[in-house]
């Protein structure tokens, strides 16, 4: 691609988020369906101008970065603790139930094969946790018990998500069941978040040292881009299998350990706000980039609407879904139904995550083409439908 070419494509990307998101805003509608308009406007859904490459990858992988680091900083860790409980409830019932259930539904309901059953089950687990902090944050509910729960079941949630791709695909390659490399990227992974908040806390007592110090200016957000970008390529030299690439891996692993990673450097209110002042108009500018990405990624000419069997298999793979992550919130005790309803509907959307389970499945020629546009759909409305609702319910926060 032409450096010309690409500055267009910026500029395209840039001005027409920022107009959309704007436009929903003031139309009391959550920004981030604005993004994720402007990505399917200017994708091959809509205009066609723009098609997904790997530069636009790494921008997008930047932004969503960026974003949950910031999460990470505003996360409090207390009341993250308090919440543990009910986050890996809410996690693992979420990820095996659909798992299990949509799995079983296509082998023997719709007698589809193992490995694509297994990939349709894969697509149905993962949370997409920067759709539903987006849409927390601009309500300005990223403080809430609820987002202290979403936040740790999504953490939970994607580990499975990524142990589960990596059984799946061993399966699809090698036609047999070997739990050695399954076993060895949960260990990489787990290690990884246990060290990150402990690496983080050693950081920031480096960086307000040299911070005082520094005769250039610039040093926070150097600092922390910087390392960003190095762990995201750590957490996929030690735990992201290769079958992923970069942009799966960002969102497999380098994102839960932005997490804990920002969590780690909340010791110092005065210096957090630096860091924050910092990084703040940086992610501001970076992460529509991701949702644009999400809404280019997402190709409405692969769905057959005329189709009946395409209507079947949608329905049914729709509402296995979004019942699959209900299923957990109403194991949880002493949480009103508003409450359950919120957390619930804050683990349905699978955006980004869906997409590269099923490209994957595609690009493998596991699944043909009604079954991948079957889960694009399913993709599609988990993501767009549940900021319009969580925006709903929490006018009803005060009873919660």
Not at 191 to 206: E, Y
Not at 275 to 301: C, D
Not at 305 to 333: C, D, E, H, N, R
Request: net charge positive; no cysteine.
């Amino acid at each position: 691609m032409d450096v010309h070419n690409f500055f267009l494509i910026l500029f395209l990307i840039l001005i027409t988020a920022r107009i959309l998101g704007e436009i929903f805003a003031r139309m009391q509608m959550p920004s981030v369906l604005g993004e994720l308009s402007a990505g399917i406007l200017l994708g091959v859904s809509g205009l066609g101008l723009i098609e997904v490459n790997d530069v636009l990858k790494v921008l997008a992988e930047i932004g969503i970065l960026l974003l949950l680091f910031e999460i990470g900083l505003d996360t409090d860790i207390k009341r993250l603790k308090d919440a543990g409980s009910k986050s890996v409830i809410v996690a693992i019932v979420g990820a095996v139930f659909p798992f299990t259930l949509s799995t079983l539904v296509a082998y023997y309901l719709f007698d589809l094969t193992l490995v694509v059953s297994f990939f349709i089950g894969g697509t149905l687990t993962a949370t997409s946790i920067g759709i539903t902090m987006r849409v927390l944050r601009d309500l300005k509910k990223e403080q809430t018990d609820i987002a202290q729960i979403v936040i740790g079941a999504a953490v939970i949630d994607d580990i499975l998500g990524v142990i589960i791709l990596v059984f799946i695909y061993d399966f699809a390659t090698s036609q047999e069941l070997s739990m050695t490399n399954t076993l060895n990227t949960a260990v990489f992974i787990i290690l990884f978040l246990i060290l990150a908040p402990i690496f983080a806390h050693l950081l920031s007592h480096m960086m307000k040292k040299f911070d005082k110090h520094k005769k250039v200016p610039g040093l926070i957000p150097t600092v922390i881009i910087s390392l960003i970008a190095l762990f995201a390529y750590l957490s996929h030299l030690l735990g992201a299998p290769e079958i992923l690439g970069a942009f799966a891996a960002g969102i497999a692993l380098s994102r839960r350990f932005i997490l804990p990673f920002g969590m780690g450097l909340r010791n110092d209110k005065i210096f957090l706000q630096k860091v924050k002042n910092a990084i703040e108009p940086i992610a501001q500018m970076f992460t529509p980039i991701f949702f644009v990405m999400v809404g280019l990624s997402m190709n409405l000419r692969v769905i057959d609407f005329s189709s009946p069997k395409f209507w079947l298999l949608a329905v049914v793979f729709l509402l296995i879904a979004i019942i699959g992550k209900y299923i957990g919130v109403f194991l949880l005790k002493n949480t009103s139904t508003i409450k359950k309803a919120l957390i619930g509907i804050s683990m349905v959307p699978r955006g980004e995550v869906g997409l590269i389970f099923a490209e994957v499945g595609r690009v493998n020629g596991i699944l043909d083409n009604q079954i991948y546009a079957v889960l694009i759909f399913v993709i599609i409305v988990t993501t767009v439908v549940p900021p319009f609702l969580l925006k709903w319910l929490f006018k009803y926060e005060k009873s919660l």
